[in-house]
């Protein structure tokens, strides 16, 4: 049995202020768990302070546009000692920080899966940003690539938006590479001026998205009006050369809600047939790895707010029975388990057309796959 403490706590000695400036100065969420467990009053100071929150938004500033959290369990059966609203935070933020300063960089993977909707296109299907997800230069015998319609003005910005194979995404890296047009005079590459990443996500109900396919360039959805942009990127030049660029982030961006749209700020060079500006892409590529199913993401409101939500027992085996665990568990396991599947067959075969495959189509046989 532990001996029981014959003097005041730290705590008590140096006050509560002096206490709090001590504790957010550790930068490691490990460090700030480690301290919790000291004591009990040492647990009750970090989570009633809300320190690994604070923490939390110091590693990812992403995370002050989540309007809640909530605590997802595998029973169905309610937890026998109620948890606190603080103590759940405290795990919840605790386990985020954690998992964000863990996964190593040397482990990042594409982690791009599905075309949303480009600004314009100059010949839709033709030319459609699904070719962007192509490695290869040239398909079925023709270039694969994605050109925006033509502009008066080399200012006239462009964008491409897709979706992340995971609700809950750390972004690294980003690579774009632009389209040399072997098949025109002097070969020219249709390269933008500077490009700009933001990443966040739609605002509206799962359910009612909407992404390019064969027949819809799905231009509309591409309003900033549709989206909660939790990051924006610096600016960084572009090259007008026909390679594959790579633009690393200053710091591991926390994607919530999987969306990433590539912002070409501008055009370079002019087509001779109509002597307007052109911006054409070949390949885009986003590297880094996915939180989920530990952590998932739903909608909390119209205003587009997002509710983070955390799975601990997603670490076990997740084979699924539906008589024993919670509808919640069931429903966001589902939808996992479907990204996962898009993934692989994309991985596999190439880039499917969501419409073949909706992650938000998910029935009870999708339980048990």
Request: with cysteine; aromatic share 10%.
């Amino acid at each position: 049995m532990a001996a029981k403490s014959c003097g005041p706590d730290l705590l008590d000695w140096v006050g509560t202020d002096i206490s709090a400036s001590i504790f957010h100065l550790l930068d490691h969420p490990a460090d700030l768990v480690h301290a919790a467990a000291v004591s009990r009053p040492w647990r009750r100071f970090v989570i009633e302070n809300n320190l690994s929150k604070s923490l939390c938004l110091r590693l990812c500033p992403e995370v002050a546009t989540v309007a809640a959290v909530a605590e997802v369990t595998r029973s169905a059966s309610p937890p026998a000692v109620p948890v606190s609203e603080s103590e759940r935070d405290f795990r919840v933020y605790s386990n985020l920080a954690g998992a964000v300063v863990s996964a190593p960089r040397n482990h990042d993977v594409a982690i791009l899966t599905h075309c949303i909707g480009a600004s314009s296109t100059d010949q839709f299907p033709k030319e459609t940003m699904e070719h962007t997800l192509d490695e290869d230069y040239i398909v079925n015998f023709r270039p694969s690539y994605w050109s925006s319609g033509g502009s008066d003005s080399p200012d006239e910005p462009e964008s491409l938006t897709y979706r992340l194979n995971h609700d809950i995404c750390i972004v690294d890296e980003i690579k774009v590479q632009p389209f040399e047009a072997y098949f025109q005079r002097g070969d020219p590459i249709y390269s933008a001026k500077a490009v700009r990443f933001r990443m966040g996500h739609y605002k509206l109900p799962r359910g009612s998205e909407s992404f390019v396919t064969h027949k819809d360039e799905n231009k509309m959805v591409n309003a900033d009006k549709n989206y909660m942009w939790t990051y924006t990127s610096p600016e960084y030049p572009m090259l007008q050369e026909n390679v594959l660029q790579s633009f690393k982030l200053p710091r591991p961006v926390l994607c919530i809600g999987g969306v990433v749209m590539i912002e070409l700020l501008g055009g370079v060079q002019k087509q001779k047939a109509d002597d307007r500006y052109y911006i054409c892409i070949c390949s885009a590529q986003v590297k880094g790895r996915f939180l989920s199913p530990m952590f998932m993401f739903d909608i909390s409101d119209h205003e587009g707010y997002s509710i983070l939500k955390y799975l601990p027992d997603a670490k076990e085996d997740m084979k699924l029975d539906d008589t024993k665990e919670s509808l919640e568990w069931l429903s966001l396991i589902g939808r996992y388990n479907k990204m996962n599947q898009i993934a692989v067959v994309n991985a596999l075969m190439g880039p499917l057309f969501m419409n073949e495959y909706d992650v938000d189509d998910v029935s009870d046989d999708d339980f048990f796959e």
